[in-house]
């Protein structure tokens, strides 16, 4: 648990958020989990979603290699309530092409894998107004304590990972007119025969 002050999480949410604004993502979105949560339940969730996206994305040795992973910074609010996780995700080069409907059906599929009330808004495309966005609460010290990033999960392959992402550079997101879809998708119970 973080014993920093207000002011000390003020000014590391400020420093990550300008580090992250200098990143090129490609996908914003929110999973959310409609229940409440501890936040090693939520983590856990959410490296389980991310091995199955990693595993769509690169193939069934995802593992073996994560020089190719997807980057992710996540955000958890409301763990008590109606816990979310905001998500910015960096796709390797030759996912980025796919398309932001495929995109957010894939992703939702796969969490409700993970927890099957959950639901999944997609935005292709994210502004720099995404990364204020997802540190909202940061400054509450378990918001602060529950931001997590995809390397933390890449087990052996970490420390490759981290080169790999650190040497990002920003390139272009051709999605035609599609640049600022929006893309929302909510469980839908299923119905019961009469």
């Not at 495929?102 to 796969?110: G, L, N």
Request: aromatic share 10%; proline share 2%; charged share 25%.
């Amino acid at each position: 648990m973080s014993t920093l002050t207000y002011a000390k999480r003020k000014r590391l949410k400020q420093e990550l958020e300008g580090w992250l604004q200098k990143r090129r993502f490609h996908v914003f979105l929110t999973l959310t989990l409609n229940t409440s949560s501890s936040a090693d339940a939520v983590s856990r969730k959410f490296k389980a979603w991310l091995a199955q996206v990693d595993r769509w994305l690169i193939g069934n040795n995802w593992h073996k290699d994560a020089t190719n992973c997807v980057f992710a910074v996540a955000a958890v609010e409301h763990l008590n309530t109606n816990a979310h996780l905001h998500i910015l995700l960096r796709l390797p080069r030759h996912a980025r092409h796919k398309s932001p409907l495929r995109q957010a059906k894939k992703y939702f599929r796969f969490w409700t894998k993970v927890i099957r009330s959950g639901g999944c808004c997609l935005s292709t495309g994210p502004d720099q107004g995404a990364v204020s966005y997802i540190l909202k609460c940061a400054t509450d010290e378990d918001a602060f304590n529950s931001i997590m990033f995809s390397n933390q999960f890449h087990g052996k392959s970490r420390r490759k990972c981290r080169r790999k992402t650190a040497r990002y550079r920003a390139r272009g997101f051709n999605l035609g007119e599609n640049v600022n879809c929006k893309i929302i998708i909510t469980h839908k119970p299923r119905s019961h025969r009469e």
